[in-house]
């Protein structure tokens, strides 16, 4: 046998040896590592499915809901909603909590409807922009069975020029005024709205309108 032929088997050995030595020592621990990683695996694919699964679930129960609102059954709509805010997953509960409030005021049940808007409203753990949607939502309703303070008590806070609901909340707040013969706070409210740039052309066109109506009849004078 050469020399060099010597060292390559004395290094092979070597080798092994290490190789060996390296599996005893650690062969427990890559295995352990690798069954976590099989198992972590298989578990953030089962968590997926599961989300994913409750979460089409909801979505469908959601949708049947709207269909039975939108055929007229109010009823079966409700219970269907209730049943959704009870086991929904997701934002489905508060989907459902919002679309009951206005299914009730579809009834006729007007008080109904403020009622949830306003719990929906007063609850902290929902996002500030569903919350003030919500307060919208009621102040419109009590446009037609309230008085101007209980609109204003709903939609004051949004008319700030950097909310971008104070168009609507605006608009609410001057029809209400208008309904009570305020016509100069109905006019200031109105035209606010017409001269907003950032309004949609539908709001700005109306609010136009019922201006132009406070001011030909000189009710605001």
Do not use: C
Request: net charge negative; no cysteine; proline share 2%.
């Amino acid at each position: 046998m050469s020399d060099d032929s010597f060292f390559r088997e004395v290094n092979e050995e070597i080798r092994q040896d290490q190789a060996r030595l390296m599996w005893d020592r650690y062969g427990p621990f890559v295995l352990g590592l690798a069954v976590l990683v099989v198992l972590a695996t298989g578990a953030y694919v089962a968590w997926n499915y599961w989300t994913e699964t409750r979460a089409n679930r909801s979505g469908d129960a959601f949708s049947q809901a709207l269909t039975l609102a939108n055929d007229g059954k109010n009823d079966e709509a409700l219970g269907a909603l209730e049943q959704l805010e009870k086991d929904g997953y997701g934002a489905y509960p508060l989907l459902a909590r919002m679309r009951a409030a206005t299914v009730l005021a579809a009834k006729g049940d007007a008080a109904g409807a403020v009622a949830s808007f306003d719990a929906v409203a007063a609850d902290t753990s929902i996002p500030g922009a569903i919350r003030d949607m919500a307060n919208l939502r009621a102040a419109l309703i009590l446009v037609d069975t309230g008085s101007y303070a209980d609109v204003s008590a709903r939609a004051e806070a949004l008319t700030a020029d950097t909310n971008p609901l104070r168009h609507s909340a605006r608009e609410a707040l001057g029809l209400s005024a208008w309904k009570e013969s305020r016509f100069a706070d109905a006019l200031t409210l109105f035209e606010q709205v017409a001269a907003d740039n950032e309004a949609p052309r539908n709001v700005r066109e109306r609010a136009t309108l019922l201006a132009e109506l406070i001011r030909g009849q000189g009710a605001a004078s």
